[in-house]
């Protein structure tokens, strides 16, 4: 079946302006992720949705970042008036996990990701 | 607050010997431990995981390791092989408010020496 998918795959902006990052998770999955990870470096936590539960968006770095999700399908991450600061991989994972009574964690499932450039 | 640690960041090897990466957690309520391998241009993936009523797991020459009284798990790759090399991501799931955010360890980048 489809994996989790994001678009585009690569996105060259100038610097200053606004871009929207989507993810389509895999149909079902109930959590999403969002993370930033600069080249060489580990997956920087962004924003988490699960269900219909208030998203977690703890790790958003600054106001010029947020995220929105559709019930349990897509999601897309914006960010406004871009710096060169913010080129980096964008990814999107989503999983089955979660909720307040199985305790059942599963694996996370990775998109391919979204590069962006600020020029 | 809660978290996962993750150490080394870096690892090299000489190729045939084996290495062992190590983590934390702080949350007692993680039940579910995966370890996540990501090569070069791509994003993670899952190469073993580990649930909280077994203490160990393998899978031909990967292992994970769990003590939940110290609350730390180790992935062990035996016989390394160059393929083997790559950034090493550790994972648990920490409870928020009821719900559960799987965190993510800060990395180790293994290099195998041919």
């Known amino acids: 079946g489809a994996g989790v998918s994001q678009s585009p795959s690569n996105k060259v902006t100038e610097k200053g302006k606004d871009v929207e990052l989507r993810c389509d998770p895999i149909s079902g999955h109930t959590a999403l992720y969002w993370y930033r990870q600069r080249l060489g470096q580990g997956l920087e936590f962004l924003i988490y949705?699960?269900?219909?539960?208030?998203?977690?968006k703890s790790g958003l770095p600054s106001d010029r970042f947020s995220a929105e999700r559709t019930g349990e399908s897509v999601s897309t991450l914006t960010i406004q008036r871009t710096e060169q600061r913010d080129s980096a991989m964008y990814r999107c994972?989503?999983?089955?996990?979660?909720?307040?009574?199985?305790?059942?964690?599963?694996?996370?499932?990775f998109g391919q990701g979204t590069r962006l450039t600020v020029v | 607050g809660e978290n996962v640690e993750q150490h080394p960041s870096t690892l090299s090897v000489q190729e045939g010997d084996s290495a062992v990466i190590k983590c934390t957690y702080s949350?007692?309520?993680?039940?579910?431990f995966p370890w996540y391998k990501q090569e070069l241009g791509k994003g993670p993936q899952l190469i073993i995981d580990?649930?909280?009523?077994?203490g160990e797991k393998k899978d031909q020459r990967i292992a994970v390791t769990l003590n939940k009284t110290a609350k730390h798990f180790s992935l062990h790759i035996t016989e390394t092989q160059p393929e083997d090399s790559a950034v090493y991501f550790c994972a648990a799931p920490l409870w928020d408010f009821g719900n559960e955010k799987l965190t993510f360890g800060t990395g180790t980048r293994l290099t195998i020496i041919p």
């Open positions: 580990i649930r909280s009523n077994v």
């Open positions: 949705f699960q269900g219909n539960s208030a998203p977690d």
């Open positions: 994972a989503s999983s089955l996990a979660g909720g307040t009574t199985a305790h059942l964690s599963t694996e996370a499932f």
């Open positions: 949350d007692s309520a993680s039940n579910y």
